[in-house]
Protein backbone atom coordinates (compact mmCIF):
# COMPACT_ATOMS: atom_id res chain seq x y z
CA UNK A 1 0.00 0.00 0.00
CA UNK A 2 2.87 2.36 0.83
CA UNK A 3 3.88 2.44 -3.38
CA UNK A 4 -0.06 4.37 -3.36
CA UNK A 5 0.86 7.22 -1.17
CA UNK A 6 1.21 10.48 -3.34
CA UNK A 7 -0.71 9.52 -5.57
CA UNK A 8 -4.29 9.60 -7.16
CA UNK A 9 -6.14 6.79 -8.00
CA UNK A 10 -8.08 6.04 -11.28
CA UNK A 11 -11.45 4.18 -11.19
CA UNK A 12 -12.27 2.29 -14.31
CA UNK A 13 -14.74 4.61 -15.28
CA UNK A 14 -12.49 7.00 -14.98
CA UNK A 15 -12.93 8.85 -11.87
CA UNK A 16 -9.95 10.69 -9.98
CA UNK A 17 -9.69 10.44 -6.49
CA UNK A 18 -7.62 13.10 -5.06
CA UNK A 19 -4.01 12.53 -3.31
CA UNK A 20 -3.83 9.15 -1.02
CA UNK A 21 -1.76 9.47 2.14
CA UNK A 22 -1.02 7.13 5.17
CA UNK A 23 -3.97 6.81 7.22
CA UNK A 24 -3.36 8.25 10.80
CA UNK A 25 -5.20 8.06 14.24
CA UNK A 26 -8.01 9.26 15.50
CA UNK A 27 -10.24 7.21 12.98
CA UNK A 28 -13.39 8.34 13.02
CA UNK A 29 -15.78 6.25 15.35
CA UNK A 30 -17.45 4.49 12.55
CA UNK A 31 -14.38 3.54 11.45
CA UNK A 32 -12.93 1.72 14.88
CA UNK A 33 -13.43 -1.35 13.74
CA UNK A 34 -12.30 -1.15 9.61
CA UNK A 35 -8.98 -1.63 8.02
CA UNK A 36 -8.60 1.69 7.14
CA UNK A 37 -5.57 1.81 4.54
CA UNK A 38 -5.38 5.37 3.65
CA UNK A 39 -7.21 8.59 3.60
CA UNK A 40 -7.39 11.84 1.49
CA UNK A 41 -6.89 15.29 2.71
CA UNK A 42 -10.92 16.10 2.43
CA UNK A 43 -11.67 13.16 5.50
CA UNK A 44 -12.35 10.30 3.38
CA UNK A 45 -10.74 6.99 3.97
CA UNK A 46 -9.86 4.05 1.73
CA UNK A 47 -10.94 0.74 3.48
CA UNK A 48 -10.39 -2.89 3.01
CA UNK A 49 -13.53 -4.87 3.32
CA UNK A 50 -13.22 -8.66 2.76
CA UNK A 51 -10.85 -8.60 0.07
CA UNK A 52 -11.64 -5.39 -1.39
CA UNK A 53 -10.75 -1.63 -1.50
CA UNK A 54 -13.21 0.94 -0.93
CA UNK A 55 -13.86 4.45 -0.81
CA UNK A 56 -15.66 5.67 2.84
CA UNK A 57 -17.00 8.92 2.13
CA UNK A 58 -16.91 10.81 5.01
CA UNK A 59 -20.62 12.72 4.39
CA UNK A 60 -22.44 10.11 3.57
CA UNK A 61 -20.62 7.07 5.68
CA UNK A 62 -21.19 4.91 2.59
CA UNK A 63 -18.44 2.81 0.92
CA UNK A 64 -17.92 2.40 -2.69
CA UNK A 65 -16.47 -0.64 -3.94
CA UNK A 66 -13.28 0.88 -5.83
CA UNK A 67 -11.32 -2.45 -6.52
CA UNK A 68 -11.26 -6.20 -6.00
CA UNK A 69 -7.74 -6.42 -4.17
CA UNK A 70 -5.17 -4.23 -2.84
CA UNK A 71 -2.66 -5.18 -5.48
CA UNK A 72 -5.49 -4.05 -8.14
CA UNK A 73 -5.53 -0.82 -6.01
CA UNK A 74 -2.11 -0.22 -6.19
CA UNK A 75 -1.89 -0.82 -9.33
CA UNK A 76 -4.14 1.84 -10.77
CA UNK A 77 -2.59 4.73 -8.69
CA UNK A 78 -0.32 7.24 -10.76
CA UNK A 79 1.20 10.78 -9.93
CA UNK A 80 -0.92 13.20 -10.10
CA UNK A 81 -0.69 15.38 -13.47
CA UNK A 82 -0.18 18.89 -12.58
CA UNK A 83 -0.56 22.09 -15.34
CA UNK A 84 1.90 24.93 -14.50
CA UNK A 85 0.73 28.33 -16.36
CA UNK A 86 3.67 30.89 -16.87
CA UNK A 87 3.63 33.46 -14.61
CA UNK A 88 5.90 36.51 -13.06
CA UNK A 89 8.79 35.31 -11.32
CA UNK A 90 10.71 37.84 -9.04
CA UNK A 91 13.82 38.94 -11.06
CA UNK A 92 16.46 38.23 -8.10
CA UNK A 93 14.82 34.79 -7.21
CA UNK A 94 15.15 33.88 -10.87
CA UNK A 95 19.14 35.15 -10.86
CA UNK A 96 19.73 32.71 -8.02
CA UNK A 97 18.50 29.78 -10.76
CA UNK A 98 20.28 31.21 -13.92
CA UNK A 99 16.37 31.89 -15.09
CA UNK A 100 15.75 34.83 -17.23
CA UNK A 101 12.26 36.66 -16.32
CA UNK A 102 10.64 38.58 -18.15
CA UNK A 103 9.89 42.22 -16.80
Not at 9 to 23: D, H, M, P, T
Not at 26 to 41: C, G, I, K
Amino acid sequence: MNRAFGKVFKSENGLEYVVIRKAKLPFPEVLSTSNALAEDDSGNYFVLLKEAVCFWDHETGENDVLSESVNDFVSRCSSPEVELEPGWIDPEFAKKFGIKSKP
